[in-house]
Structure formats: structure tokens, C-alpha cells
């Protein structure tokens, strides 16, 4: 299918890749735009160069049937007034803005709002190697399924794709966006006491890595619930209980939950 991405920086850049290593887009059917020739010519030294790269956002939404818009939020509406003369019902217009709801997108449209097919797509870092968590959101009154097949198809190829509603979206991004920097806090606490056990930062880093990988490996084998694979390591009065307990006392699990409220 023919792609625009609007705004190609850091997630647009990697939402290229990601589509570029996929099976469902040919480089010369993707066009990537940017506002200043310095990330254009950045673009140029790592993309495929069958792909078209531009400053003209009409002419990449005039060319392509599915358009993701990947500049800051604040940006969306300038954006959405420059090509929404040229969107049609035809078009799946994709939008990566954090917190810029439906209802904003379809007021930025204007009249034709209500005709175009509008999808809310959340990715995680993790889509620049091929891991990411995406959550999809479609607007209901536009439903339309083959065109949500199919982004979910290609966000399946980058990792995982799970259908949201709009109403979790908020939610499902401090669970999976922000959640890469909490995962990443219980690495780098782990790694501090590797060291403090007498690892090097480098091999205790490792360690806790490969550690982390392999308890997300049972769990998802086994679709088991963590506490499941948690009893199986813990002897009575050994290390392992020992140790849980200690950071329930510091409040591990409830410096969670306290991080996980909107
Ligand atoms: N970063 C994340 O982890 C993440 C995750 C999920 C969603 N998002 C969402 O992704 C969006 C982009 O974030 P980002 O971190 O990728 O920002 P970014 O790196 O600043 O990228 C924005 C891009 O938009 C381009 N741009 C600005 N105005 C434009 C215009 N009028 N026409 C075409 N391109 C234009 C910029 O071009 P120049 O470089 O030439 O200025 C830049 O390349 C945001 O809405 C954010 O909420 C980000």
C-alpha cells in the first residue's frame, strides 16, 4: 500500500524501518517527509534511497492511501489544516500524537471529519528493534476493518499490536511506552546491587539482562502468572524469600502501583 509518513524523526524514522524490514511495503511505495533539509539529508544517509523523501505533505498525502502523522502534538493541527483538503474517504489517516484524541483530529479536518477512516497508534521505543508493545485504536464511526487488519498486520511485524479502545489509550501508554523506562529502573537497581555484590557494572548488567529475558521467556512459555514462577525459586527461609521480603518491606510493590496512576 502506498505510505506517507508526515513528520519522519525519531518514531517516524523508526516506523519507516520497521515497515521497510516488514513483507507489506516496498521502499519505492513509502514517502517520508521533514520541515528542514538537515533531516532530510539525515533521512537520505539511512534509508534506501527508492525511498521518496520530501518536504511537500500534500503531495505525500496525494500519492498515498495510508498516511501516519508523526510530528509533536502541538504540530498536529497545522499539519491536519495543510492536508485536509486533499484527504479522502479512501485515506487511513494514522495518527502516533500522544494525547491528541479523535475528537481533536476530526475538528482539525473540518466537515470531511466524520468520512475519513481514523486510526490512534501508540508504538514503544522497542519499535527500532523490532519489540515494540503498539496499541491501535480505531474511531468507531469510521470503522474499518480491512484498513485495521492491515495496520495491525504491520505493527505485528515490529513486535506486538493489540487493539485499544480510545478510552484505554492514555492508560495503555504509561503501561507500554513509559513502561520501557520502568522495566529499564528495575535493570539499572538490579545492576547497582551487582555491583554492590562485588560484580563489574558490565557483567552485573549482563547478568541482570539475561536474567530478566529469561523469567520473561517462562512466562510467556508456560503462559503461566509470575507468582507461579516465583514459588518455584523460593525454598523456604532461603535467599530468594529472604530477599522478596526486603523489598516488599522498602515498598517495592506499591512504589509500582504508585507510579502506574494517570
Ligand atoms: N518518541 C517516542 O517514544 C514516541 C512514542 C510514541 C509516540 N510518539 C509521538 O510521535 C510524535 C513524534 O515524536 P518524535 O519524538 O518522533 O518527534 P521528532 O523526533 O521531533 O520528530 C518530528 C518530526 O516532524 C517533522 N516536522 C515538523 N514539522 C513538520 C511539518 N510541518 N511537516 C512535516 N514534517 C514536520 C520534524 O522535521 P525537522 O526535523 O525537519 O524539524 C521531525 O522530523 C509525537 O507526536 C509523539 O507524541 C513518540
Not at 131 to 139: G, H, K, P
Amino acid at each position: 500500500m502506498k505510505t506517507a509518513i508526515l513528520g519522519t524523526g525519531n518514531i517516524g524514522t523508526a516506523i519507516a524501518q520497521g515497515l521497510l524490514k516488514g513483507t507489506l511495503t516496498a521502499p519505492e511505495d513509502l514517502i517520508c517527509t521533514v520541515r528542514s533539509p538537515a533531516s532530510l539529508e539525515r533521512l537520505r544517509q539511512i534509508l534506501p534511497e527508492t525511498v521518496r523523501l520530501s518536504h511537500d505533505n500534500v503531495e505525500a498525502v496525494r500519492q498515498s492511501r495510508l498516511v501516519f502523522l508523526a510530528v509533536k502534538p502541538l504540530l498536529v493541527e497545522t499539519v491536519i489544516e495543510e492536508i485536509s483538503p486533499y484527504l479522502t474517504s479512501d485515506h487511513l489517516l494514522v495518527s502516533v500524537a500522544a494525547g491528541v484524541t479523535f475528537e481533536d483530529i476530526s475538528g482539525f479536518i473540518g466537515k470531511k471529519g466524520d468520512s475519513i477512516s481514523l486510526f490512534r497508534l501508540m508504538p514503544n521505543t522497542a519499535l527500532s528493534v523490532s519489540q515494540s508493545v503498539t496499541l491501535l485504536s480505531v474511531r468507531k464511526i469510521s470503522e474499518d476493518s480491512e484498513g485495521f487488519d492491515f495496520i495491525r498486520h504491520l505493527f505485528d511485524e515490529m513486535g506486538i499490536c493489540f487493539p485499544m479502545p480510545e478510552s484505554l489509550m492514555a492508560a495503555g501508554t504509561l503501561l507500554t511506552s513509559a513502561g520501557i523506562a520502568f522495566a529499564l529502573r528495575y535493570v539499572r537497581a538490579a545492576t547497582e546491587g551487582g555491583v554492590a555484590l562485588g560484580f563489574s557494572p558490565g557483567i552485573a548488567k549482563q547478568l541482570v539482562i539475561y536474567t530478566v529475558f529469561g523469567a520473561l521467556g517462562l512466562l510467556l512459555a508456560h503462559g503461566s502468572h509470575p507468582e507461579e514462577e516465583i514459588d518455584k525459586v523460593t525454598s523456604p527461609g532461603g535467599i530468594t524469600i529472604r530477599g522478596l521480603n526486603a523489598m516488599e518491606e522498602a515498598g517495592f510493590t506499591a512504589a509500582v502501583l504508585a507510579g502506574l496512576r494517570l
